[in-house]
Every structure is written in C-alpha cells, then in structure tokens.
C-alpha cells in the first residue's frame, strides 16, 4: 500500500522553537495531504500540496515535498502549547479515490 | 454546517453483543469513510462509499463487520458479535469527489468502542 510513515513518532519542544515532521512513502502519488488530531478528537485537514508543487505555506506551516525521494516535511514555526496534538501525512490510495494514513507523529510543545 | 456527526460517541458493551455506530455525512459530499483507529495499528482505512454505493470494503477485518448507506445523509456501521479486540475508535469522514479542489476529508469525532 502508499502508507505514508512519519518520523519521529514522537516529537518534544519548547513554546517557541520549531518543530519539524517527516513523511517517507513508497509509489508515485499526484497529491499528499497533512492532518493534525487533537487528543480525543477527529483528524482536522491542515494542507494538500501537490506532486508538481516543492512548496507550500499556510501561516505558521511550511511542507515541502520532495518527488524524487518519496517524501515530505511539515515544518511549524514558533511553535505554541496548543499546537500540541498528532500529525499525520496521508497519501491518496492507487484508485486515487481514498487516503492512506501514516501511524503519526505525536508533537508536545512545553510552555 | 454541523460538520460530519457520529453517535454514540461511547460505547461500552459486552462481547457477543452487537454495536451499531452511525454517522451523518456533511451536505453535499459524495464520499463517506470509515476509519478504525488504535494504538497498535494506527488509522486502519474499514470501508468506503461513493454516492453510497459501497466501492472498497478490504479494509473490513473480518465478516462481523458491515457497513450500509442508505441514503447520502445517514450510514451505519455495525458489528456482530462484538469482541474485546475490536476496542478502539471508530470514525467517519467525508469528502467531495478526489480531483475537486477541495479534497480533504471532514472527519467525524469518533465513536469510543469498548467491549468487555
């Protein structure tokens, strides 16, 4: 399957500094997709970028995606207590119809 | 919007018995997932329906599972008997059709699954 797998799986932080989140995955796709989950809560859509972007911003949120090498890094900035929670990359299924989660990196930001 | 609804959002039962979850997709989105998550295996991808017609079901581990949509507002689903290891939780996501630009999914809040 195109799972995607994050890394680390778990990450910890100061209020302030950045956070950085990677996501490898195994076959072509034409679109990849971040998700971010509070404790206790349902998955929350963050960005999509697509296969002929390298880029995109959105806020405090960078992610880049790298073709040639199957992955993608979602970069937070200035990092803050509530960016506390779990994010995931999800990659489209072959049919291109559903989405493939990874098993997520879990981010805790200290105040 | 009221955003995808699931009901109940806990449910604690006992094995053998069978569980029934339900979710309200948002207006107007053809596509309706069910996802499984635990601790273990992660977001495990159950099934999912396209104007509600069931189009991939190998998610769904084993024949005690069954899915239904009835209608584009309402879809079910259910598990019989329940079993301690299928404890987890249990959400429904919706989405317009993949190539729109709005293609992410709307997740539900879950449904907490215990069977004791």
């Known amino acids: 399957s195109q799972q995607g797998e994050e890394d680390p799986q778990a990450l910890s932080i100061q209020e302030g500094e950045n956070a950085t989140m990677n996501c490898s995955y195994k076959?072509?796709?034409?679109?990849l997709q971040w998700y971010r989950q509070n404790s206790g809560r349902g998955l929350v859509h963050l960005i999509l970028?697509?296969?002929?972007?390298r880029e995109k911003h959105s806020g405090r949120l960078r992610v880049t995606l790298d073709t040639s090498k199957k992955s993608s890094s979602l970069l937070i900035t200035a990092s803050r207590a509530a960016d506390t929670a779990s994010y995931f990359c999800?990659?489209?299924?072959?049919?291109?119809?559903?989405?493939?989660f990874g098993k997520g990196t879990t981010l805790s930001v200290s105040s | 919007d009221a955003g995808v609804i699931q009901s109940p959002r806990h449910e604690v039962t006992e094995m053998g018995q069978e569980v029934t979850l339900r979710c309200k997709p948002i207006?107007?989105?053809?596509?309706l997932f069910w996802y499984r998550q635990t601790m273990m295996r992660g977001l495990e991808l159950l099934i999912y329906?396209?104007?509600?017609?069931?189009?991939?079901d190998s998610g769904m581990p084993e024949d005690r599972f069954s899915a239904k949509m009835p209608n584009a507002s309402f879809s079910t689903l259910k598990i019989q008997p329940s079993e301690p290891r299928d404890s987890a939780v249990y959400f429904c996501?919706?989405?317009?059709?993949?190539?729109?630009?709005?293609?992410?999914?709307?997740f539900g809040p879950g449904t907490r699954l215990t069977v004791t």
């Open positions: 999800a990659t489209p299924n072959q049919a291109g119809t559903a989405l493939i």
């Open positions: 207006s107007g989105h053809d596509y």
């Open positions: 076959t072509s796709i034409n679109n």
């Open positions: 996501a919706s989405s317009r059709p993949p190539g729109t630009n709005s293609y992410e999914q709307y």
């Open positions: 970028i697509r296969s002929n972007e």
């Open positions: 329906f396209n104007n509600n017609v069931p189009i991939d």
